[in-house]
């Protein structure tokens, strides 16, 4: 199903991508929303590095998008545990708590040989491959690096491929966050409206 998220006072669309996400990590009770749709363009890493941890994407999904969403859902996002791959050169999957992040390319049902797969498959992964911006389909950032070097990381590309490329390059983003289970919809606008 699909619900609204307000960004700078405007409703978006976002998929209700999986109950419980990650129960391991974040016990029961919290729902992941991707981003139906991708929005800024982005440098994965503007050092070239392909660390996700403080990179450029991510300090900027958790600083500059966050501070585009209602003062109701930044409470409720609160922060959410996944795994991740460290990068450069550390190939090492462990964990990380952040409010707004990426998608991986496991949990979108797509790997790389030379990439980890990081977490599960979302049930809806099928339909979260492509991902669009004002009607065209696009090129979008997931948070996993390559593992043979340590300047690229995996995009999903227009037709639904998992490829890489460069982290200096700017891609689009597809920001994803976790709500409680508690979480209160308009039944005719399907607008987010707080917590119970």
Known sequence: SVVKINENGS???FY???HDYEPSLNGTGRTLLVRKDCCDQIAFNSTGINKYASG????????????QLDANIRSAISTTMFYYTIGDNNT?????SRSVFLLSGKECDKTQQLANSEGSVLPI???LQIAYYNGSAVEWWSRTPMNDNKWQA?????????????????RYTRPCFTIPSNALFDEDTLLFKGVA
């Open 125 to 127: 992964a099928s339909k």
């Open 11 to 13: 409703p978006v669309e």
């Open 16 to 18: 209700v991508a999986k």
């Open 154 to 170: 995996c995009h999903f590309s227009t037709a639904s491929n998992f490829g890489y490329g460069n982290c200096s390059a700017s």
């Open 92 to 96: 090492t999957i462990t964990t990380l």
């Open 56 to 67: 450029t994407v991510e300090t900027w999904l958790n600083e500059t998008y966050k501070s």
